[in-house]
């Protein structure tokens, strides 16, 4: 397999939840103390809105008020300016990845305040325009006190949206490892007899690099085999950048295990693109760590190719490819003509592909005769909104498909939520999840 050495490849919804959301590993001085400008400007403007709001309470709660929130602003700016001097690298994991979550936290929402404190200003600009060109002063003093009236409500407005976003956030921490079992049932004409009731447990997005209590994955792992699964399929990220972030879970991860087997793709995480290393040999040798990983957990990790599988003498095709992504910022790994050479005789079809963008770039057009596409990627974007009959993130404005059932004529794409995180420590909305699908 011939292999680019590129230090990343991200697209705007990955450069939110790795670059800045992993501010902690910023090594740029110069972005660094761009980031930390943008972020004083932000706090002078929501300060504004904060003196508005608060202009009727007493003195002391003002002052209480004002040192509260400049004592919080400072210390995230001085955190972030003096990242260099400081050894953070040596701080537990859990405390870099809660106390950096938390400042970006803040970050967004202070965002989020401010673009409805310019609609008031915007508003109030054309408001003063207006008064000097078209009224009278006595009719711009009228118009001044309605101003403010009006700028109170936005202030307020603009000050509870970005403080929903910031608690929304934190309560997305404990989110993380409460695992979702999503059962769907699908239904294939060509489905041999002897596959029909089969039931398959789809996992992706492990991101083994992010967790921080084995106990609580452990969990999940007991929730998978609770369903007892006659087929393991996992749709790639098991890491987020190095082999090694899977030591410490070896023996929960083994623990799964099926009558018709475990098998696993990569995804874009796992061929650690997304750090520096020493050289192109010591990036590859990561890699083949890492395959070595998936062939010690009892996983058959499949690398452009197919396997047969077979019950009460009948048989269907497996095939995984490599990570290939539609997106140009995301690898092209994958070579689907060489992973399905020989498969399109079965009469039934699943194909392992890590990234959603595949399907409607590749899949539809190139291999009708897939039935059953799964993928994973997204995770939803660990945020969002979820109810019955409704679904909406962020990432649905990159990705068509992003979470869930997706069908065109006789194919199918499940797209999993993912059952690990990376970048946010947290869940809003959308909650890590364990697919079981039922052959019908």
């Known amino acids: 397999m011939s292999q680019e050495f590129n230090a990343e490849y991200l697209n705007t919804d ?52 004002y040192a509260l929130y400049w004592g919080v602003s400072i210390v995230a700016i001085l955190l972030l300016a003096l990242l260099p001097y400081i050894s953070y690298e040596s701080w537990p994991r859990s405390v870099r990845t809660y106390l950096f979550a938390t400042i970006v936290g803040l970050f967004f929402a202070k965002i989020i305040a401010v673009v409805f404190f310019m609609l008031d200003d915007v508003r109030r600009a054309i408001q003063w325009a207006s008064s000097k060109l078209f009224f009278q002063n006595t009719e711009g003093e009228s118009m001044s006190y309605e101003k403010i009236s009006r700028s109170v409500f936005l202030s307020w407005l603009g000050l509870a949206a970005g403080g929903g976003l ?86 929960i991860f083994s623990k799964i295990k099926a009558p018709l087997g475990v098998f696993s793709t990569l995804g874009n995480h796992d061929y650690g693109d997304y750090i520096s290393w020493k050289s192109r040999e010591e990036k590859l040798a990561n890699l083949e760590q890492l395959k070595k990983v998936h062939q010690e957990l009892g996983w058959r990790l ?74 994973g990627h997204t995770h939803g974007m660990q945020f969002g909104v979820e109810v019955p009959g409704f679904k909406w993130s962020p990432v649905q404005y990159v990705y068509r498909q992003w979470a869930g059932l997706y069908e065109k004529g006789n194919q199918k794409l499940y797209v999993n ?20 699908i039922e052959l019908v």
């Not at 939520?417 to 079981?436: A, K």
């Open 14 to 65: 990955y450069r939110i939840s790795i670059t800045i959301l992993h501010l902690h590993s910023m090594r740029n001085s110069g972005f660094r103390w761009i980031i930390v400008a943008i972020m004083l400007l932000l706090d002078f403007y929501v300060f504004q809105a904060i003196k508005l709001v608060s202009q009727d309470a007493p003195p002391k709660i003002r002052l209480a008020i």
């Open 166 to 251: 910031f608690t929304a956030l934190l309560y997305g921490f404990s989110n993380k490892y409460k695992y979702d079992l999503r059962s769907i049932k699908l239904s294939f004409e060509n489905l041999p007899p002897a596959f029909k009731g089969l039931k398959i447990v789809h996992l992706s997005d492990i991101h083994s690099g992010s967790f921080t209590n084995k106990k609580n994955v452990e969990k999940g792992i007991d929730m998978v085999m609770k369903q007892q699964p006659d087929l393991v399929l996992f749709t790639g990220d098991l890491v987020n950048d190095k082999a090694a972030e899977m030591e410490d879970y070896m023996e």
């Open 302 to 375: 499949l690398m452009n190719e197919h396997v047969v599988l077979e019950r009460f003498a009948q048989q269907i095709s497996l095939v995984g490819i490599e990570n290939w992504s539609a997106k140009s910022s995301f690898p092209k790994y994958g070579r689907m003509a060489e992973a399905y050479f020989g498969a399109e005789k079965y009469p039934f079809k699943i194909l392992m592909s890590h990234d959603p963008s595949h399907w409607e770039a590749e899949v539809l057009p190139n291999y009708p005769e897939v039935d059953l596409m799964l993928a």
């Open 417 to 436: 939520r993912g059952f690990g995180f990376i970048g946010y420590p947290g869940r809003v909305g959308i909650l890590p999840e364990i697919t079981l």
